[in-house]
């Protein structure tokens, strides 16, 4: 099956005007989506931004090795 589906047409909906809203394509992505949030508010600093993207990038370093083996 290949779904065709209007991009344009389908958006990402608020829940509310004052509620931030992003729409992503992968959940897995999600982790890091929230760790730059958080650090964009100022409830966490550099370092935790850093260990958040350097998890996501040992993963997927891991995955792709598992794809080449």
Do not use: H
Request: cysteine-free; overall charge negative; proline content about 6%.
């Amino acid at each position: 099956m290949n779904p065709v589906f209007d991009a344009d047409g389908i958006g990402v909906r608020r829940l509310a005007p004052s509620v931030p809203t992003a729409g992503i394509r992968d959940a897995e992505d999600l982790p890091e989506l929230v760790a730059f949030a958080r650090f964009d508010d100022g409830r966490v600093g550099l370092d935790e931004l850093r260990a958040a993207v350097d998890a996501r990038v040992e993963r997927w370093l891991a995955e792709e090795e598992s794809w080449a083996a």
